[in-house]
């Protein structure tokens, strides 16, 4: 605990109306172990919930790959900013490649296939991204799509099967 005899801060009241802080310790560390609150999205895809804005429309999640190869075709409604914790990855579409901690921008409306080369076992990703993603076969035709709503839906239906209950995922929602 913090000790709170030292230097005061702001004695006012917040702004009505405001959605309250949302701390997660460890979410850099602690969170990359392999545990039960990995939501499934395939057999080697998973993703972990950090924060889900409703109002916003925009969710930050760890997303885990363990296995090479094309992980998706997909295209995105809004800006997307992922920093590299674990492994690399890269876009067939393009020239580079982010590992370990880089950063990469995704701007809207770029369709883009991401890639886990083979030799690497396992990639964790810090996705913060803004509005939908549709997801695509090669020829551009849209075969899903996935947004905060989503994203909230498939947590809540895994934290119900894994016995934490549905409303498990109210502690990411902002």
């Given at each position: 605990?913090?000790?709170?005899?030292?230097?005061?801060?702001?004695?006012?009241?917040?702004?009505?109306?405001?959605?309250p802080e949302l701390?997660?310790?460890?979410?850099?560390?602690?969170?990359?172990?392999?545990?039960?609150?990995?939501?499934?999205?395939?057999e080697h895809v998973a993703f972990k919930p950090v924060l889900f804005n409703t109002g916003a429309g925009y969710f930050l999640n760890l997303l885990r790959?363990?296995?090479?190869?094309?992980?998706s075709v997909h295209q995105h409604s809004g800006p997307v900013h992922g920093f590299v914790l674990k492994g690399r990855w890269y876009?067939?579409?393009?020239?580079?490649?982010?590992?370990?901690?880089?950063?990469?921008?995704?701007?809207?409306?770029?369709?883009?296939?991401?890639?886990?080369?083979?030799?690497?076992?396992?990639?964790?990703?810090?996705?913060h991204a803004t509005g939908s993603y549709s997801y695509m076969d090669e020829q551009g035709n849209v075969v899903g799509s996935e947004d905060v709503f989503s994203k909230i839906e498939r947590a809540r239906q895994h934290y119900e099967k894994i016995g934490l209950g549905a409303n498990y995922v109210k502690r990411f929602i902002r």
């Open positions: 605990m913090r000790d709170l005899s030292g230097p005061k801060g702001y004695e006012g009241s917040q702004p009505f109306g405001m959605v701390v997660h310790a460890g979410v850099m560390t602690d969170w990359l172990n392999d545990d039960e609150l990995w939501v499934p999205q395939s790959v363990r296995r090479s190869g094309v992980v876009y067939l579409e393009h020239d580079w490649e982010v590992e370990a901690g880089g950063y990469v921008f995704e701007a809207p409306g770029e369709i883009h296939t991401l890639y886990v080369p083979e030799d690497v076992p396992e990639m964790i990703t810090l996705f």
